[in-house]
Structures are given as structure tokens and as C-alpha cells.
């Protein structure tokens, strides 16, 4: 009887420290990760502008047109550039890699792959996670319309301003990344931009959406864009 | 069970205490490093896309 009940609390008490190490894990260890892994590919993206191989366009008599929204060059799995929303900080900067499969998320936000380029005609649609993993877009609720979305490739800064949002909406909802999603507000085609995280900050029952449209480009050497200054 | 373990441990009483520290922390780092992130994934905090990818 005696062994029972010892055996019995023993199990009771690895069960409760299991869990708890779990939740530490969750809220805590994913975080220290996903901060190192981030600051890895944001390290190899300077690496990469600074050795200036990036490719901004196919080389002459490659067949891509350049017109096309067909993911060119970026390699899944891939960081091709950064993302500044002064919004949710003014330090507030993440790598955007290529795909959103799960284990690309954990490094930083992902690019949907059948969408538009960075810059070009079409849904440049990206998804980070809301919580876990860095909680990149913690605070994605407090974007307002007109706030900046900066991006850069390290060719060109991409300033985008935000319309609408967040929007609230199904996971099957799959239209909200089209070319020209129908619930923006956009009529016609344009170099849009679409953020998506989960909602309910913990669930995954929803989602969050902001759209934004190009408001001004330029190159990097002439500094940083107006959003981007204090 | 955890008596059990504290019976079968050699030496004295410091060295099973060393040891137990020794078990406990790779038990811990095998948890963290592999039975989590395989645990993490079936929890809804990855689904962020709208297209289930």
C-alpha cells in the first residue's frame, strides 16, 4: 500500500516538473532560439549584401521575365531581406526568409512562396509568429492604418504603408494573400503587401491580416527611408 | 522510484547526490533537445499562415 502511494505522488510530482519545464521551454527557451537563429540570418544577410552578390534582377538572356510574380531567385528556407515596423519598436527588425514551413518560422518571418517578389506587382505576403519563437508580432494589434512597413533587400529600401488592418479572419481564408485580395479595399492590381500572424494571441482559431501598398522605394545608398529616422 | 534509483547508485552518499545532479540535467537536456521541439509543434502556436503550409 505504502509503495503505491509513494510510486503514485513520485509520478505526480515528474508530471508537474515536466510541465513546467514545458512551459518554460514554450515561453522562454523557444525565445532564447529563435533570437540566436534570427541574429544568424540577419549576420549572413549583411555578409552576403556586403560581399555585394546580390542579384537584383535575372542576368540578360536568363528566361525569366522580369514582369513575372513567380518566386525567382529566393531559395526556400533562405533569408533575402529585413523588415523594419518602427510601430512595433524602433529596434524592431527581423529577417524575412523564404516558405513558410515550420521550421523556416523558427528563424524568422516567412515569405508565402507562390506570391509576389519583395517590390514587385502583386501580394508580397509574409507570416511570422504572433507568440513563441521571439514573438516577432507580439503587438501586431497596435498597427494602424498609415503606419510604415520597411523593407529592405539590401538594394532597396521598400517603404510600405499600411491601409488596413488588422483584419480578423479564417485560416481557410486563403484570398487575403491573392494578387489583389478583395477584402482590402484594393480595386486594381499594385505592389501590395500582406502580414499574417494567429489570433487569439495563443489560439490558432483566427487570423490577423494587415494589408499595405509600395508608398516610396529607394536605393540604400542614399541612407535610410523617412520612416526609419527618429 | 526515485528510491529505487537512490538505492542502485554506487558510493557514498555524496557521490549518488553528484550523480542524481548528473541524471536529472540529461534528463533535462534531452528534453529540450529533442522530446520538446518535437512536443512544441502539435500545439496551435505555429499555424500563422492563411494556407496551412
Given at each position: 500500500m505504502r509503495v503505491i502511494v509513494r510510486t503514485v505522488s513520485e509520478l505526480c510530482i515528474t508530471i508537474g516538473t515536466l510541465i513546467v519545464l514545458f512551459v518554460a521551454y514554450v515561453l522562454f527557451w523557444t525565445g532564447v532560439k529563435a533570437d540566436s537563429a534570427m541574429d544568424r540570418q540577419v549576420d549572413r544577410l549583411q555578409e552576403r549584401w556586403s560581399k555585394g552578390t546580390v542579384k537584383q534582377s535575372p542576368a540578360p538572356g536568363s528566361p525569366a521575365a522580369p514582369a513575372n510574380t513567380k518566386p525567382g531567385p529566393y531559395k526556400d528556407g533562405e533569408p533575402f531581406a529585413l523588415m523594419y515596423i518602427p510601430r512595433l519598436g524602433f529596434t524592431w527588425n527581423k529577417p524575412v526568409l523564404e516558405g513558410t514551413k515550420v521550421n523556416t518560422l523558427k528563424k524568422g518571418l516567412g515569405h508565402y512562396a507562390n506570391t509576389a517578389r519583395l517590390g514587385r506587382k502583386g501580394n508580397f505576403a509574409v507570416a511570422g509568429h504572433?507568440?513563441?519563437?521571439?514573438?516577432?508580432?507580439?503587438?501586431?494589434?497596435?498597427l494602424r492604418a498609415g503606419d510604415a512597413v520597411v523593407l529592405t533587400d539590401g538594394v532597396t529600401w521598400f517603404t510600405y504603408r499600411i491601409d488596413k488592418g488588422p483584419y480578423k479572419t479564417l485560416?481557410?481564408?486563403?484570398?487575403?494573400?491573392?494578387?489583389?485580395?478583395?477584402?482590402?479595399?484594393?480595386?486594381r492590381p499594385g505592389r501590395y503587401l500582406t502580414l499574417t500572424t494567429c489570433e487569439p494571441e495563443w489560439g490558432h482559431s483566427h487570423r490577423l491580416i494587415v494589408w499595405a501598398h509600395l508608398d516610396a522605394t529607394q536605393p540604400v545608398e542614399e541612407g535610410k527611408p523617412e520612416a526609419l529616422r527618429r | 522510484m526515485y528510491g529505487w534509483i537512490w538505492r542502485h547508485l554506487p558510493g557514498n552518499a555524496w557521490v549518488k547526490a553528484l550523480i542524481s545532479l548528473a541524471l536529472a540535467l540529461l534528463v533535462v537536456y534531452v528534453l529540450f533537445q529533442y522530446v520538446f521541439p518535437w512536443a512544441e509543434p502539435l500545439l496551435p502556436f505555429n499555424d500563422v499562415t492563411v494556407n496551412d503550409q
Open positions: 504572433r507568440r513563441t519563437y521571439g514573438d516577432p508580432f507580439k503587438d501586431f494589434p497596435k485560416p481557410t481564408d486563403i484570398e487575403v494573400i491573392d494578387p489583389v485580395p478583395r477584402k482590402s479595399g484594393y480595386t | -
